[in-house]
């Protein structure tokens, strides 16, 4: 059974830090492509950052990039973002997702809330 379990979330204040966790299970972990995607409220969801199977390569869209680093830890199945300088409009659902071909698993999602 695929699993992909985000953690990490929480309420921060503006300038303040998090770090989201995927767990990954059920599926070759080292053999996918992992994103975080994020939704807010009325918006459509948008890519915040990517890294290939094995981490040799990174891409982040253009509003994360020098605050957000994903990262990922092929031994332990485990898919990290960590956002710095945190705004109120990085408010939002983040999710994981894996990606292989057509293949893609998502996550249930984790809430990031950041006060002003």
């Known amino acids: 059974q695929v699993q992909l379990v985000e953690s990490g979330g929480g309420l921060v204040q503006a300038g303040g830090s998090l770090r989201l966790s995927c767990a990954a299970s059920g599926f070759t972990f080292s053999r996918y492509a992992m994103s975080w995607y994020r939704q807010a409220p009325g918006k459509e969801r948008e890519l915040v950052a990517a890294i290939t199977s094995a981490g040799g390569s990174t891409n982040y869209a253009d509003s994360m990039k020098g605050r957000f680093t994903i990262s990922r830890d092929n031994a332990k199945n485990t898919v990290y973002l960590q956002m710095n300088s945190l705004k109120p409009e990085d408010t939002a659902v983040y999710y994981c997702?894996?990606?292989?071909?057509?293949?893609?698993?998502w996550g249930q999602g984790t809430q990031v809330t950041v006060s002003a």
């Open positions: 997702n894996a990606q292989r071909g057509s293949i893609s698993y």
